[in-house]
């Protein structure tokens, strides 16, 4: 919810199912409280 992004996207971006936009990442570290480097460090 503080996201404002639907679970069911969510889950599917967990899932791997699912890619997320630069602005939907964006959107999950500040829910997250993280910076959005933080979020895909690793991610190739």
Known sequence: ERADLDRTYISD???????????NVI?????LGI???KLVEGVD
């Open 13 to 23: 971006i967990e899932r791997g199912t699912r890619n997320p936009g630069i602005k």
């Open 27 to 31: 959107r999950l570290a500040r829910a």
């Open 35 to 37: 910076p959005t480097a």
